[in-house]
């Protein structure tokens, strides 16, 4: 009989609502982030603040080492189940995701400008330096879209139940979200007749479908788990 959820006991239980609760939490901030963008004249005081704070690359850099730790955590428990189940090559495929969202936040982290003397302008540190970590992020994302589509077949293929869903929307969820980007670029430059308001209006539906999409596997992840009777 397959298995339907992970057996996880009352601690691991425990960094799963911690760790679920603070990722849906940094990832609507996350988002709050690219929509208010730098402070301007035309926001609100609100948003201006916010844009400010979220302007400081020491607040951002936080941000996105604090979501990474929160996927993290799900993931190593997801390990744990795995490694319980004696799928070695399922656990390598987590292990490989685990260490590629690190490098990925660690270039996404690193700093590809400087300001200048005058404390207005900005330069950039160097030019090869932010071409060769855009190809290594890029490099990295490619392949953690592979491996989550190979680790979401097997997971699908070997499980059921409600880590069968977890498996497809490993598969589902990074597959639709590259349409929807291909979709908007598209149209975005090569679709002519379009105004700049209906390609601001697309592009706020891209992000927000593409951000539900990165929850969905998270919070399957979730439910895939449950704590252990007794």
Not at 36 to 44: L, R
Not at 93 to 115: E, Q, R
Not at 133 to 143: A, E, G, H, I, N
Request: hydrophobic share 50%; charged share 10%; glycine share 8%.
């Amino acid at each position: 009989m397959k298995l339907k959820t992970f057996p996880v006991s009352g601690i691991q239980n425990e960094v799963l609502n911690w760790s679920m609760g603070l990722f849906l939490a940094f990832s609507a901030v996350d988002l709050i982030d690219h929509w208010t963008a730098a402070p301007n004249e035309g926001q609100s005081l609100f948003v201006e603040a916010f844009a400010s704070m979220q302007s400081h690359t020491g607040i951002q850099i936080a941000e996105a080492v604090l979501l990474l730790a929160t996927k993290l955590a799900m993931w190593e428990v997801l390990r744990r189940g795995l490694k319980k189940t004696n799928h070695f090559f399922l656990q390598l495929g987590v292990i490989l995701l685990m260490l590629l969202d690190t490098f990925m936040t660690v270039a996404s982290c690193l700093p590809s400008t400087v300001m200048g003397t005058d404390g207005n302008t900005v330069h950039a540190v160097c030019q090869s330096t932010a071409h060769l970590l855009t190809q290594f992020y890029l490099s990295c994302y490619t392949v953690s879209f592979l491996i989550q589509a190979t680790l979401g077949i097997g997971l699908a293929t070997v499980f059921a139940g409600r880590i069968r869903w977890y498996g497809a929307s490993l598969l589902l969820c990074p597959l639709l979200t590259s349409i929807l980007n291909m979709v908007y670029l598209y149209i975005y430059n090569n679709v002519g007749g379009v105004s700049m308001p209906d390609i601001i209006k697309y592009g706020t539906i891209v992000s927000l479908a593409g951000f539900s999409l990165d929850l969905i596997p998270f919070i399957l992840l979730r439910r895939s788990m449950c704590a252990e009777e007794g």
